[in-house]
């Protein structure tokens, strides 16, 4: 299991919209939500590729201007990989020409 923990922010006056939004999320937690517009949450997903989905549609909620990661615990999946058990997949990145990395 990963657990992820996030600031989210939005405008203060989308703030119960966004609230609503992302409590609807499967395996999103919400914790707190001030004034200004910052909403404290919580996801686990079974994975970090399933946590990185999860961010995704948080992103997507019209409300939500930006999802920062503050925490991320994943000992579980890290004993995974150590034991060869599973496989990051790291490089997902757009595929780049070796000449583009270098300055010019």
């Given at each position: 299991m990963v657990i992820g923990g996030f600031v989210v922010q939005c405008l203060p006056e989308?703030?119960?919209?966004?609230?609503?939004?992302?409590?609807?999320?499967?395996?999103?937690?919400?914790?707190g939500a001030d004034e200004q517009g910052n909403i404290v949450a919580v996801v686990e997903a079974d994975s970090s590729d399933d946590l990185g989905e999860v961010v995704k549609k948080m992103e997507k909620v019209d409300a939500v201007l930006n999802?920062?990661?503050?925490?991320?615990?994943?000992e579980d999946e890290a004993?995974?990989?150590?034991?060869?058990q599973s496989t990051p997949d790291v490089f997902r990145g757009r595929n780049r020409k070796r000449g583009s990395f270098e300055a010019s």
């Open positions: 989308d703030r119960v919209t966004a609230v609503e939004d992302l409590s609807a999320l499967e395996g999103v937690e919400l914790y999802v920062g990661m503050t925490y991320m615990n994943m004993e995974k990989i150590a034991s060869g």
